[in-house]
């Protein structure tokens, strides 16, 4: 009897350890992120989309500037804006989540495509100009 519940145990014990770590959880909605983020593929075009207007920041506007071509400069350039040693502290991340205000992307009544969870699973893998 008790060889079967130790067999059992040690049984769940692997399984449980070769599950696939984990990147990023955000809660209350617990969106999973285990793939690696892209900066080029995946969080440019949000920025462009998103935060890259008019007024914004954009050429001219508000820092750090989010246009394509100088975005991946402007966030690793700007003090304090990325954060690889402690992600969460990113003021970055913090706009994005309201933890600092004002919130961005201005105005947004949500998280477009995710762009938080995309931004610290980035900032979390290293923010590599990818």
Not at 79 to 100: H, M
Request: aromatic fraction near 6%; charge should be positive; charged fraction near 15%.
């Amino acid at each position: 009897m008790k060889k079967t519940i130790i067999t059992a145990v040690l049984s769940i014990l692997f399984i449980y350890g070769c599950q696939k770590d984990v990147t990023l959880i955000i809660k209350p909605v617990s969106v999973v992120i285990t793939k690696t983020v892209y900066f080029s593929k995946d969080l440019k075009p949000l920025f462009t989309k998103s935060c890259a207007l008019g007024g914004c920041h954009a050429t001219g506007g508000h820092t750090p500037n989010l246009m394509a071509d100088k975005a991946y400069n402007s966030l690793i350039n700007g003090p304090g804006l990325i954060n690889i040693k402690n992600p969460e502290s990113s003021i970055l991340y913090k706009r994005l989540t309201g933890a600092l205000s004002p919130a961005m992307p201005m105005g947004a009544a949500s998280n477009p495509s995710n762009i938080n969870g995309l931004v610290l699973a980035w900032i979390k893998q290293g923010a590599k100009n990818n």
